[in-house]
């Protein structure tokens, strides 16, 4: 009679309590009552009392019903991969979130009519490259390059350089991809060089394309050739150019880095790159070139299947037009605000005692792109056994261990995470 645990509150009754009301509303009922039960579970053990219930359930829910979770990226490495590569900006947000509902992305409002869909992302990519007479997007630059396959080298040849066939990570092949469309890959030159005169050599009539792919995730030093754009626009055949990292003008940080205006001023008749690498916005494929074979592209039967949804049309028109992406600002991020932000949490750490120096370290533009480039940077070094419990805090910290150290690194930290950092490794240590 007296033991409390036998007098656990109904579910429905705690469901109906306010604060896990107004959870269900945004998280849906399942999840909710998910935790409901749990923390009966944990009042009927006697891990927790059965007047804190409804508090423990709470504390035990999940942001939102994604079971995606924000993530501070302190590793260092700007655009990470399995960290979903670019953040995007406060503005891309804002844009995703007024297109998730209905939204006038295929109409015109003005006229009642159906209008091209995706209008003022493609114009806003035309003002960013104006060199390019037509532009499309697709899901990611993956699919750009199997498009181009599938347009315009179906059952024939894609002659491109044997030093240039990538894989891009996790197993994908750019030679695998083309190939998989029945396009027939004829490589040309050797691993190390590969001249105009090797590509000459192989155009006929049977040529759909030259591909060019920038090797963006490796370096090939010492005894190399490789032909140009300028040297391969004059064989008569379309040269197509995947850059990769998205850059769409030079950037004079990342002097070796390919760039759409660039490519497209040297001839190339197609351009393909990614929009969540160096561009910074959401993943998506971007072409540019000529108004014809974009046009080709356009109208293939598989397009259908590529096309991005208005979350990514919004998120990035909104990157192309609104304030400087994360992913450039922490490219572009000056060493001595880096070092003064390091030198800052470090001291609060310490006055709370937290064992944590500010450090100077190397930060990697990363996401297969700009294999040379080091970017100086400051971070936060505490000890390796420190990383795990970071990892999985809230929010969590991932940074890089580098011999016996954990480092955080602030380049790849806005500034304006800098608190919840803060707490984050307080609360950890
Ligand atoms: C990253 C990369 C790709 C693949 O791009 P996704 O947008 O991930 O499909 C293709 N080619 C090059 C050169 C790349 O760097």
């Known amino acids: 009679m007296g033991d409390p645990r036998r007098h656990i509150p109904r579910t429905d009754l705690l469901l109906a309590e306010p604060p896990l009301a107004d959870a269900a509303r945004v998280l849906g009922q399942a999840l909710v009552k998910a935790a409901v039960v749990a923390a009966q579970n944990r009042a009927r053990a006697g891990e927790i009392g059965v007047d804190a219930i409804v508090e423990h359930a709470i504390a035990t829910l999940p942001p939102t019903a994604s079971t995606l979770r924000p993530v501070l990226n302190a590793t260092g490495v700007v655009v990470h991969t399995n960290l979903g590569r670019a953040p995007l900006s406060a503005s891309a947000l804002d844009a995703v979130r007024a297109a998730g509902g209905n939204t006038d992305v295929e109409f015109d409002l003005a006229t009642g009519q159906r209008a091209r869909r995706g209008r003022g992302t493609l114009a806003a990519l035309a003002d960013v490259v104006p060199d390019a007479e037509a532009v499309h997007v697709v899901n990611n630059n993956a699919a750009a390059l199997l498009l181009c396959a599938l347009a315009l080298a179906d059952g024939r040849e894609i002659v491109l350089s044997r030093g240039e066939l990538v894989e891009i990570g996790d197993g994908f092949r750019i030679p695998e991809l083309l190939a998989a469309t029945g396009a027939r890959l004829r490589e040309v030159g050797t691993t190390n ?237």
């Open 193 to 429: 060089r590969t001249t105009a005169a090797d590509y000459a050599a192989a155009v006929g009539p049977d040529t759909g394309f030259v591909l060019k792919v920038h090797p963006s995730n490796f370096l090939v030093t010492g005894f190399t050739a490789a032909a140009g754009i300028a040297e391969l626009a004059t064989l008569g055949v379309p040269v197509v150019a995947d850059i990769g990292s998205g850059l769409l003008r030079p950037d004079p940080l990342l002097p070796d880095e390919p760039d759409a205006t660039t490519a497209l001023r040297a001839g190339a008749a197609l351009v393909t790159a990614s929009a969540d690498k160096l561009l910074g916005g959401p993943q998506a494929g971007l072409l540019f070139g000529r108004r014809d074979l974009v046009e080709l592209l356009r109208r293939h039967p598989t397009a259908r299947a590529l096309r991005v949804d208005k979350l990514t049309l919004a998120a990035l028109e909104a990157t192309l037009r609104g304030p400087v992406p994360p992913v450039r600002r922490a490219i572009h991020a000056d060493l001595a605000a880096l070092r003064t932000r390091a030198t800052r949490l470090a001291e609060e750490l310490g006055r709370r005692g937290v064992e944590v120096t500010a450090v100077d370290s190397v930060a990697v533009v990363g996401g297969g792109g700009a294999p040379g480039v080091e970017l100086p940077s400051a971070a936060l070094c505490l000890p390796a056994r420190h990383a795990e419990r970071l990892r999985t805090a809230d929010p969590p910290v991932v940074g890089r261990v580098e011999r016996g150290r954990c480092l955080l690194d602030l380049r790849t930290v806005p500034p304006e995470d800098d608190g919840r950092l803060l707490e984050a490794v307080a609360r950890c240590t």
